[in-house]
């Protein structure tokens, strides 16, 4: 079975700053934001992984990280996660 994931990043050096996203692959996804190769996460490395959630299904997957990424769902994530 395949699975499509939604994960939080938190930066090791900046403890408050944090990045959500969607990967196929977790852990080449969490190396290619450590090597630098993301814009918006290069200025924070290291990162690790503060929490992933395996979907089976792309579109819910796709849909929960949009959500992750709106102000509701920053607050839900601070709050829950």
Known sequence: MK????????SKKWLQRFYSGFTENLNKRLAHHNDG????????????????VAFSDRNQALEFERYLKTGAGRAFARKRL
């Open 3 to 10: 699975f499509f994931y939604v994960y939080i990043l938190q």
């Open 37 to 52: 190769c993301c814009e918006f996460t290069r200025p924070f490395r290291p990162w690790k992984i503060k929490i992933a």
